[in-house]
C-alpha cells in the first residue's frame, strides 16, 4: 500500500489534524468551567483524540526530508481527515450523555464539521453551554478546513501544491503561488469576518456567548444555533446582520482578498460573483413579492423574510427567521430547487457550487449559437479566460453525478422506511449541499429525530461526500485507486 499512498507521510498529516481537534476539545473546558458545568466529557474526549494523533505520529516512522503529496495521497487524508474528526467530535455528546445514542451523537458531529447544520437534537437549549460551544466550534473548524489550520500550526509540514486546499474548498484563483501565504490569508480574512459579526451581534443586543456561536455557525455557512427557534426570535436588526454575513461567508474568499487589496477591477470581471448576486436578487424579489401580494406581511417583513432564507438556502447555511413551509405552496418549492445551486468556490458553502452553474448556462448558450452558425469556432471563457474541453467535460460530468447520487440516495433513504417523497428527496438535497433544513418532515420547525437509524448513516454519508466534492470519496472505492 505504501507504493500505491504514502502511508507515513499521510499518518503524519493525520496526525496533526487530530491534534487541532485535541486542543478544540481542550478548549471547551474553559466554557465549561466558566458555566459550572462537568468538564469530564471534554477531558476524557481530548485524551482519547491526543492519544489517537500520538499513536499516528509514532506509525509515521522518523521524521525525515520533506515529501511532497500526489494526488492519491490527498484523497486519502482528506475523506479520513473528515472521518476521524467526525467520530472523534461525537464523544463529547456521548460522554456528557446530551446525545446517548451513537448514531444521533455521529449525525450531529458530521453535520457540525461538514457545516451543514442539520440536527437531531428536539431541545437544543436544554443541552449544557459547553457542549452547544463544542457543536459551534465544529463548524467554525471544518468552515475554513481543518487541513489549512494544519498547515498554518505545523510549519515543518511543507506541501509543495494545491491538493488538499482546493478539494476541500474548491479555491479555483491563486493568490499566492505558496499555500502557506494563501492559507495565512484566507484565515485573516475568515477571522475577521467572524469577530466583526460577533461584535454587530452584541450591538444588537445579543449576549456574548450566542454572538460567537451565531458568528462561528455563520461565516462557516453551518447554521448551528444555541436556539430552538434558530434566528426567528431575534430582533429585525440581528436577522440583517446574519444576512449580511451569510452573504459575504458564500462569496469566494479570493474575492474578499482582491477587496482589501483594494483590485476592484478583478471583482468586477468576476463572473460568477454577478450569477450569485443576480441569483439571489432575482429569487430574493420573486418570493418577496409572493409573500407581500398573497400573505399579506408588510413589505418590510416581506422582504426580510424572503431575502433571509433565500441567502440562507443558497450559501448552504440554514439559519432560518420563519418556517417557510407555511409560505405559500409555489414559494417553498422554490425554495426546493434552489437547493441545488450552492454558493461562490473559494468560499465555506456547499452544494454544487455557482460557477458549475455558470459554465452549464455558458455550455447551453453555446449550443445554441452553434445552430445557428454552424461554421463558427466557439470558445467557453469565464472571467475572460477560455475553458479547456477537459475542464469543461469535468465540471458537467460533476453536475451530472451531482443528480445521480441525490437520485440513488433519495431512493436508498425511502428504502429504510421514509416513504414521504418530499422528506427524502429534500432530506438528501440539503444534506449533500450542507444546508441543514430540508422540506416536509425535516423542515425548518423540525429536525432529523425522526428518521431510522439507516437513514442517518446515509445522510451523514452524503454529508462527507457533498462536503468534500464527491470524487474525493468515490474515487477511493474504485479499483484503478488502489492499482500502481
Not at 444 to 453: D, G, I, V, Y
Amino acid at each position: 500500500m505504501n507504493r500505491i499512498i504514502n502511508l507515513k507521510f499521510i499518518f503524519k498529516i493525520l496526525s496533526r489534524n487530530l491534534l487541532i481537534i485535541a486542543l478544540a476539545l481542550l478548549s471547551c473546558t474553559i466554557i465549561a468551567s466558566v458555566y459550572a458545568e462537568s468538564l469530564s466529557p471534554f477531558v476524557w474526549s481530548f485524551l482519547i483524540a491526543l492519544a489517537t494523533s500520538l499513536l499516528f505520529l509514532i506509525f509515521s516512522g522518523p521524521r525525515g526530508k520533506n515529501t511532497q503529496l500526489q494526488r492519491k495521497d490527498a484523497y486519502f487524508t482528506v475523506t479520513f481527515s473528515w472521518i476521524l474528526m467526525t467520530l472523534l467530535g461525537s464523544l463529547p455528546y456521548l460522554f456528557s450523555g446530551a446525545i446517548p445514542s451513537f448514531t444521533n451523537a455521529f449525525f450531529e458531529s458530521v453535520s457540525g464539521f461538514t457545516t451543514t447544520g442539520s440536527s437531531i437534537l428536539t431541545d437544543i437549549e436544554a443541552l449544557p453551554k459547553s457542549i452547544l460551544f463544542w457543536r459551534s466550534l465544529t463548524h467554525w473548524i471544518g468552515g475554513i478546513g481543518i487541513i489549512v489550520l494544519v498547515i498554518l500550526i505545523m510549519p515543518t509540514l511543507q506541501i509543495g501544491g494545491y491538493h488538499l486546499f482546493t478539494m476541500e474548498s474548491s479555491l479555483q484563483e491563486k493568490i499566492h503561488p505558496k499555500i502557506k501565504s494563501v492559507g495565512i490569508r484566507l484565515l485573516a480574512i475568515y477571522v475577521l469576518l467572524t469577530v466583526a459579526e460577533t461584535l454587530l451581534l452584541l450591538a444588537g443586543k445579543m449576549n456574548l456567548f450566542e454572538s460567537v456561536c451565531h458568528a462561528f455557525g455563520t461565516v462557516a455557512t453551518g447554521g448551528f444555533s444555541p436556539k430552538n427557534t434558530s434566528i426567528a426570535n431575534y430582533s429585525p436588526f440581528i436577522q440583517y446582520v446574519v444576512m449580511i454575513f451569510m452573504l459575504l461567508s458564500g462569496t469566494n474568499f479570493v474575492v474578499h482578498y482582491y477587496l482589501l487589496k483594494k483590485e476592484f477591477s478583478k471583482i468586477r470581471e468576476n463572473e460568477e460573483l454577478k450569477l450569485y448576486l443576480g441569483v439571489i436578487l432575482l429569487v430574493g424579489l420573486i418570493i418577496t413579492s409572493v409573500l407581500f401580494l398573497k400573505t399579506g406581511r408588510p413589505f418590510e417583513e416581506a422582504f426580510r423574510e424572503s431575502f433571509f432564507q433565500v441567502i440562507s438556502v443558497i450559501t448552504c447555511t440554514g439559519f432560518a427567521s420563519a418556517d417557510y413551509l407555511l409560505w405559500p405552496q409555489y414559494a417553498w418549492i422554490i425554495i426546493f430547487f434552489i437547493m441545488f445551486l450552492g454558493g461562490s468556490t473559494g468560499s465555506t458553502a456547499g452544494g454544487i457550487k455557482m460557477a458549475r452553474h455558470l459554465v452549464l448556462i455558458k455550455n447551453i448558450r453555446k449550443n445554441f449559437r452553434q445552430l445557428l452558425y454552424p461554421n463558427a469556432i466557439l470558445h467557453l471563457r469565464i472571467n475572460k479566460k477560455p475553458i479547456n474541453d477537459e475542464t469543461n467535460n469535468s465540471i458537467l460530468t460533476f453536475i451530472s453525478v451531482y443528480f445521480i447520487v441525490f437520485i440513488v440516495g433519495s431512493f436508498l433513504i425511502m428504502a429504510t422506511g421514509v416513504t414521504d417523497i418530499p422528506t427524502a428527496a429534500s432530506a438528501v438535497a440539503t444534506c449533500m449541499a450542507g444546508i441543514g433544513p430540508g422540506i416536509g418532515t425535516v423542515g425548518p420547525a423540525s429536525n432529523f429525530a425522526h428518521l431510522p437509524e439507516l437513514s442517518k448513516l446515509i445522510l451523514s454519508f452524503l454529508m462527507i461526500i457533498g462536503r468534500l466534492e464527491i470524487y474525493t470519496v468515490v474515487l477511493l472505492f474504485t479499483r484503478r485507486f488502489w492499482n500502481n
